[in-house]
């Protein structure tokens, strides 16, 4: 055996492998890495702005559920549902927003074998009348 090709074997023995046991080990994320999005309803004013401008129809606009307390601006009590299963994470949607209403985030462990949408997130952010 050649000796250059022996020294990079028993390099290799004693190297720190360069792969990760995912999911058990995670991998650094970017602090800016495009992750789950969802509308902050304090703030959307239910333009549908965003669910236009989805290149992938990701975002449909629905009504918010009797007893969520959302701000007179939004005088439809309309909201989007965004749809990760669709979403490409182009960011597009919170581009457009004329009231900077989405809420970003870096988390990418989107798997599931269920639909997965923004909804319980996005009514999380505001209040039910009466404190229910
Ligand atoms: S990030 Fe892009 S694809 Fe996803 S909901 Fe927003 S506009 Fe649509
Ligand atoms: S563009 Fe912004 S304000 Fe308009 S519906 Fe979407 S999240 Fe709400």
Redesign the pocket.
Known sequence: MRPALLKEIVKGIFMKPVTIQYPREQTPIEPDFRGRHY?DLR?????????IECPSNA?T?VKVPEGYDVPKT?ARR???LVDYFKCVFCYR?VT???????LLSNEYRLASSVPIDSSSLSLSTVPKMGGV
């Open positions: 509308a703030k959307c004013i239910g333009c549908s702005l965003c669910a975002i606009m939004n309309m909201f989007p949607c457009v927003c004329p009231t900077s209403a989405y």
